[in-house]
Structure formats: structure tokens, C-alpha cells
């Protein structure tokens, strides 16, 4: 088997042409392999890096925290929360907090604590918890040593044997999951039944009651792909609803817990029995109620297993007295030996109690990194899985070989995994499951949700008619809707236009790259950002109904150091994937002679920018640098159509 060592840019594998399971199986297990060592790398990196303001700008590390309150979570958990040292208040107070910077620390997202004094210090693992502007909760089963704390993101190798194990089960699949992995490497052809009739719970619109009737008529796999808006997830939720209705038991995932509780959260209100596996410090609080540790706590069973935990207790304080001669420590060792069996039937017990909430459940929620040892080898008719174009190939293993049919849901045309090996990326790592088939098998595989509930019809049109065959469609409720309606909003034409893109071109509005960072920045573009703030909120708007989006980190903070008003979201594209808000404004940063866009080019990441906005979007840019390139002249030629074209000579700045 090739390794990941042996690799040279130009011999990474490949899938295309791939038709035997072993080079298929072993060419993902290359790809992983690398991004192993670039997640290592980066890593070693980073905490070489002495200075402070450096070290925290890859938005993966956080230096100088201390620790402001700790308490005891589910299952003797230790939640940690951390502040930026020299922070006076408790967690809880923000007036005087000193906010974290930009980070990509997200809740679930796996990090290291470790002293921040000793750079040798190993650190204890952990799992962010809570995040809020001034503190980050870390959920551990360990003490950190130190005063003063460094959090870094940490590569998941866990993550990495689980998906392992996962694809090498699957190479020697048999049955229904053998016939699963062949149609969907492409050596198996697709198969549906009929389309039936379907009693809907939900009030769905046509495209999306299609999408449901085709996903319960596939045999092996189908695709529900869901632009901007569609309601991807109230139909995924509506699917899930009517397999069970049809006695089926559904696997539910995403990459995300974010995802996962958000599609989890539709699941409550329509059936009973759905349950939440997974660290009930990833779980949105309101829905930990319905995770696996908290049933599992609850259930009347649990209780024998506390009384049995008092008697081990009991126990073991005997078997600490002084004993004295011979038969003293025969008298302990039987006491030891007592306190051991009655371990051993507590587990037994918990597992028991854990596979009976699991059997009640008819849908079992978690996130594609599955805790095996929890689901043991449960079997589901249906597996789920919820924005499946964030997900590499090699990490959905773990919920594919647990079903017999696989539904995906996401959209191709927004933003791909993050994936940190170039070589890995280039040779097909960033190409999600669900791309590959929608892009291999079309319409065969796949239902388009086509009826948004965003954006007024005039900020949609370009990705419609770009991204999607012009095949969106405004709901009346959005289609017309206009910033001048909103409450308190004046009506002016700065609030009733919904469309305009600030050429800067000639302007001098030079791009600069970052000093001591490879993040670039453009100031006089985050000038005009401020000015169009101001005048937004003179206009009515409120600071939280304003979001600025930015391709770079650079130009994100700047602004953030630059705005005095926190409300106010500004974030990266990748940072505001699934959100949305009244008005966006973006800011290209990119302005240079040669016309180098870098990785503007990926028409994904602008699809996802421009499709933010529901009632008003303002583009900042420099049509001389993204004019060159094909997509932003169209860009460019659509908002001139639309009479939102405007030269930056036109505002005092
Ligand atoms: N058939 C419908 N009728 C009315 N409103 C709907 C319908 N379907 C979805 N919506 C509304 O549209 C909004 C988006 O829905 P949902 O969160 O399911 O979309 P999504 O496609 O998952 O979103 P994203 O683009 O962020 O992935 C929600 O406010 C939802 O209530």
C-alpha cells in the first residue's frame, strides 16, 4: 500500500479511474495520511512562534488565558473557563471583559491546554465547550498545569483512527452496505423505486415535497441539494420524519455539531424519541435534555448503579483502614477483590441501560465522527447526512457503513472542507462524497430545493443565474422585501436600493499585505466599509442587522479593531457559511497592477459572500484586479444590468 511518505506532489493518487476497492480505500488512506502531517506541522509551528499578537492571529491559538471559573459538567467533566489575563470581571459580566480575538475556536472544536510559561508543556486535550466575545469554556477530563494558559487547536487523532477503522471495514462490506459502497464509488448502477404518495407534516413548497418522495424512493443513495435559503434543513427534517413513519430507524449526521443540533432541534418538535450521542458539552444547552449522558443519568435503572457506586465507595473506605497481620490483609484483599466485581457489574449495568435508550430511540443524532464504542454495531435502514459537502471522503465512513441507504444534503456550490495538505487538495481531498456524485450522476442522483427564503429576488439573481441554472425562486415573503421596511428603518435611497457595487478602481485603494502575517488588508476599502456603517445606522439600522464579510483574516481585523460597535458581525466568508443577516457588506481587499486574486478564484467562496444579504448587499472592489478574471467580470456586468454600479469619485471619503 502506497504511503503517505513516499508521496511527491506529482504522484499523490488519485480516484479517477479507480475501480478496485482496495486502490479506492487506499489512496483516501494516503490523502489522510497527509493531512495528518500537515495538521502536525502546523501545529509544531505555531507554538514556536514566541510573540504573542502572531501566534494568535491563525485564529487557532489563544494566549495569555486565565482561568476564571471552573465547574463540574455531565459524566465528572470539567468545564474550564478562560479569559484574556488581566481581565477583572467574572465570565458573566461583559463591561469591563477584554474580548478574545478573531479565533476559529469553535464549540466542538478540539484544542490542547497547556501552560503558557512552558513551551515544553504538553498540555491536557480538551473540547471547546461554550464560546462567548470574552471568554471560551473548555470541557477536559484533566487538570492543566500553569497559571497563565495557552488553548491551541489541536489535530483529532481519535477522529483519524475511527475514520481508519471505518474505511477498512469497508473494504471487506457485505450485503446491503457492499451494494451501498459500490454505487457509490460508480462500479454499481443507482436504483429508485416508485415515487408514493406522502402525507406531509411539514408544509413544504413543491421542489421541496419532490425532494422528499425522490430521497424515500432511492434504493442505495440519493442527494437533496440545497442552495442559499432553501430550507434544506426543514426538508431533511421532514425526511427523516417520514422514514420513521414508515417503521424505518434513521442515523441523523453532520459534520458539525452545530449542524447537528440545528437539524436535531426540528427533529424534537415533530417525533419523540430522537436522541443526541455526543459530549453533552458540544450540545446547544436547550437540547442537551435529550443527549445520551443526560437519559441515560435519568433513567430510573441509573439509580441501582449510583447505590452500587456508594457501596464501592463504602468499599474502598473500609479497605483503606489499618489492617493489621495475616488475616487483616486477606480480610483487605477480599474487600479489593469485592469493590472489583461490583466495578465490573456497574459497567455491565451502564451499558445495558446505554443500548436500552439507544433501542428506544428511532433516530439517533451525532455528528460524522461517531463514538463507536457508544453505537456499538447498530445497524439504521436510513443514514442522514446534513451539510455532507463540508465533509472530506475519507470522514463519512463512519456513518455510511452503519446504513443501508444514504441520503446527502448540502450544496456543491458553497464552500468545500477544509483541507490543510495542498498535495492532499490537489489530488482530491477538498471534493466532498456529495460533489463527486452530483457532479458524476446529475439529476439522476439529485433533487434541486429551488424556493428561497433570504434574499429579495434582485440580490439572488446573479448566484441563481450563475450557481444554479437560474433556477431559484423567491418566496413572496422575501422576494420584494427592502431595508426602508424594517422598523425604525428611514426611506432614502441608500435604504430602498438593494443592490450596489462600489467600483474603487483608479482610486489607489492599493491592497497591502499584512506586516508580519501572509494575510492581506486593504484600509481605504475598510474606510468606505465604516463610512457606509455610519450611514446605515443613521439611516434606522441596527448594528446587528449589519454584517461585513471579508475573503481575508487581515482585512476582518482590522475592521473589528477599527469598529466600536460589537454588535456589528464582522467575519471571514468561511466564518459566515449558513448565516445570514438584513445587510452585508463586502469588502474584496484584493487591488493590485497584475490583477492576482488568489483565492477569490474559488467562485465558491463568493457564491457563499454574496448570498448572505437579505435585504441590501454593497460590494467593495477594484473592477482593474477582478475584472480580469471571467466569473467578477460577469459579477461586474450583472450589477451594471441591475443600475447598482457605482465609482467610488461618487462618495466623499
Ligand atoms: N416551505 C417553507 N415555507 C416557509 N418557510 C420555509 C419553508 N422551508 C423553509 N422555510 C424557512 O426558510 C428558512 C431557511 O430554512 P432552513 O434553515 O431549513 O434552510 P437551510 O437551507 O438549511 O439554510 P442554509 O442556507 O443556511 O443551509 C427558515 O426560516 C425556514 O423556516
Known amino acids: ?170 473494504r471487506t462490506a457485505t450485503g446491503r452496505t457492499k451494494t451501498l459502497r459500490d454505487v457509490l464509488m460508480g462500479t454499481r448502477p443507482l436504483r429508485f423505486g416508485e415515487i408514493e404518495p406522502v402525507e406531509f407534516f411539514t408544509r413544504l413548497n413543491p421542489p421541496q415535497q419532490e425532494a422528499v418522495q425522490f430521497a424515500l424512493s432511492a434504493k442505495d443513495v440519493a442527494i437533496i441539494h440545497g442552495p442559499p435559503g432553501t430550507g434544506k434543513t426543514t426538508t431533511l427534517a421532514e425526511l427523516i420524519y417520514q422514514a420513521v413513519q414508515r417503521g424505518e430507524s434513521v442515523l441523523a449526521c453532520a459534520a458539525s455539531n452545530t449542524a447537528v443540533d440545528n437539524l436535531l432541534e426540528r427533529l424534537v418538535r415533530m417525533m419523540p424519541d430522537v436522541l443526541r450521542v455526543g459530549h453533552p458539552a458540544r450540545v446547544f444547552e436547550s437540547l442537551r435534555g435529550h443527549t445520551l449522558d443526560e437519559l441515560v443519568d435519568s433513567d430510573p435503572s441509573t439509580e441501582v448503579v449510583r447505590e452500587m457506586r456508594r457501596d464501592v465507595q463504602d468499599l474502598m473506605r ?206 481605504k476599502e475598510a474606510n468606505l466599509v465604516i463610512q457606509f456603517v455610519r450611514e446605515l445606522m443613521e439611516s434606522g439600522v441596527e448594528p446587528d442587522q449589519i454584517a461585513i464579510i471579508a475573503p481575508y483574516a487581515a482585512q476582518v481585523r482590522l475592521l473589528r479593531n477599527r469598529l466600536d460597535v460589537r454588535e456589528i458581525e464582522v467575519d471571514t466568508v468561511d466564518g459566515f457559511q449558513g448565516r445570514e443577516k438584513e445587510v452585508v457588506i463586502i469588502t474584496m481587499v484584493r487591488s493590485n497592477e497584475i490583477g492576482e486574486i488568489g483565492f477569490l478564484a474559488d467562485e465558491r467562496r463568493t457564491n457563499v459572500a454574496l448570498t448572505r444579504a437579505k435585504r441590501k448587499l454593497i460590494v467593495i472592489g477594484d473592477s482593474a484586479t477582478l475584472g480580469r478574471h471571467p466569473f467578477y467580470a460577469k459579477l461586474l456586468d450583472f450589477f451594471e444590468s441591475e443600475s447598482a454600479y457605482r465609482s467610488v469619485w461618487e462618495f466623499d471619503s
Open 318 to 523: 473500609e479497605a483503606s483502614r489499618d489492617f493489621r497481620g495475616r488475616d487483616g490483609h486477606k480480610r483487605r484483599k477480599q474487600i479489593l477483590a469485592e469493590a472489583g466485581q461490583l466495578r465490573n457489574q456497574i459497567r455491565g449495568f451502564e451499558r445495558s441501560v446505554i443500548r436500552a435508550v439507544l433501542d428506544r430511540a428511532n433516530v439517533v443524532c451525532t455528528t460524522t465522527t461517531i463514538d463507536d464504542d457508544l453505537l456499538g454495531d447498530r445497524h439504521f435502514d436510513t443514514v442522514v447526512i446534513d451539510e455532507a459537502c463540508q465533509g472530506t471522503l475519507p470522514s463519512i465512513w463512519q456513518a455510511v457503513r452503519r446504513g443501508d441507504r444514504l441520503i446527502l444534503a448540502g450544496d456543491h456550490q458553497q464552500l468545500p472542507p477544509t483541507v490543510l495538505s495542498n498535495e492532499a487538495a490537489a489530488a482530491g481531498l477538498k471534493e466532498s462524497l456529495m460533489q463527486r456524485i452530483a457532479e458524476r450522476d446529475g439529476q439522476e442522483v439529485l433533487r434541486r430545493l429551488k424556493v428561497q427564503y433570504r434574499m429579495n429576488q434582485s440580490i439572488m439573481k446573479f448566484s441563481s443565474d450563475h450557481f444554479y441554472d437560474g433556477d431559484l425562486i423567491a418566496d413572496a415573503s422575501v422576494k420584494s422585501h427592502r431595508l426602508c421596511e424594517l422598523p425604525g428603518v428611514d426611506e432614502n435611497q441608500f435604504t430602498t436600493d438593494c443592490l450596489m457595487f462600489v467600483d474603487t478602481a483608479g482610486a489607489e485603494f492599493d491592497e497591502q499585505l499584512e506586516r508580519d502575517g501572509n494575510s492581506k488588508l486593504n484600509p
Open 1 to 170: 500500500m502506497p504511503t503517505a511518505k513516499n508521496q511527491t506532489s506529482n504522484h499523490v493518487p488519485r480516484l479517477e479511474n479507480t475501480n478496485s476497492v482496495d486502490a479506492y480505500y487506499d489512496t483516501l488512506g494516503v490523502w489522510l495520511d497527509l493531512e495528518a502531517e500537515a495538521e502536525r506541522e502546523r501545529l509544531a509551528q505555531r507554538r514556536q512562534i514566541r510573540n504573542q499578537t502572531d501566534v494568535e492571529r491563525t485564529g487557532e491559538t489563544l494566549v495569555a488565558m486565565s482561568l476564571a471559573d471552573h465547574q463540574t459538567g455531565l459524566a465528572g467533566r470539567l468545564l474550564l473557563d478562560f479569559v484574556k489575563s488581566g481581565q477583572q470581571s467574572s465570565t458573566n459580566s461583559d463591561s469591563t471583559s477584554i474580548s478574545l480575538p478573531m479565533n476559529r475556536l469553535k464549540v466542538g472544536s478540539p484544542v490542547v491546554v497547556s501552560d503558557h510559561n512552558q513551551p515544553s508543556d504538553k498540555g491536557v486535550a480538551g473540547v471547546v465547550s461554550r464560546r462567548k466575545p470574552h471568554s471560551i469554556q473548555v470541557a477536559t477530563d484533566q487538570w492543566p498545569d500553569g497559571k497563565l494558559f495557552r488553548i491551541d487547536m489541536s489535530p483529532d487523532e481519535t477522529t483519524r483512527r475511527r475514520q481508519l477503522a471505518a474505511m477498512s471495514w469497508m
